[in-house]
């Protein structure tokens, strides 16, 4: 399968800003309560299911919260884009796998995994590519495998100089919730929780968790 365009900045951007990401966003430790409630949700949902399945984080970067679904008693693995990141992931859970790769073409067999989480990672994805993005989601989950979006919600798209420090050359797509739930139940999923966090210094964005399952 060829490349979309967009892909080849998101790595080159994310290759660059890898080892700064790392110093300024803050690990699971230090997330908002409610985030932290939803990734534990998410993996004791998982930990229910009565096969135990490989859990991926897709668009893992650092691999700082595939490290914490793993504490959390999860056999995860991370994926991304960015090599760097991945040789990061590598570098500090050496115990755990990281693979790059793009998430819209998962080298995954159909109904292999027993979650996915998706953590502030599709933003990055142009609007006409997320139908197809998550149908691979909705692929490589087994039935009732269980999904957890987290991410930016807001209606606009930006194409920002910088991040972390650097230039960067990728474009930041960002969607109402409600347009998420609605793809994500265009690919099949059945959404059944969505938390939705206001950002008082930004009322034009916010933040929203959805857990969904195939
Ligand atoms: C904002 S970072 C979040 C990283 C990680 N989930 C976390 O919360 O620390 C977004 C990550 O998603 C990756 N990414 C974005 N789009 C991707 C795609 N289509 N396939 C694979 N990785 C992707 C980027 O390379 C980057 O490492």
Redesign the pocket.
Known sequence: MSEPGF?AA??SS?DTV?AD?VRI?VPPSGMDPLSRAMLAAFAELVRGAPAAAPVA??????G??TAHLAALGLPAFG????GE?VALARRSYPELRFQR????ALDLADGSLGGILA????H??PPEHLPA?FAEFHRVLAPGGHLLLGGHTGDEQSRPDSAYGHPVSYASYLLPADRLVELLAGAGFTVTTRLEQARPERPDRGYVSLLAYA
């Open positions: 892909l998101v790595r994310y890898a990401y966003v984080d897709l668009g893992c970067g650092p700082r919260v994926v991304d884009v960015s990141m790769g793009a998430m819209a953590w502030y990672s599709v990055h994805t993005l």
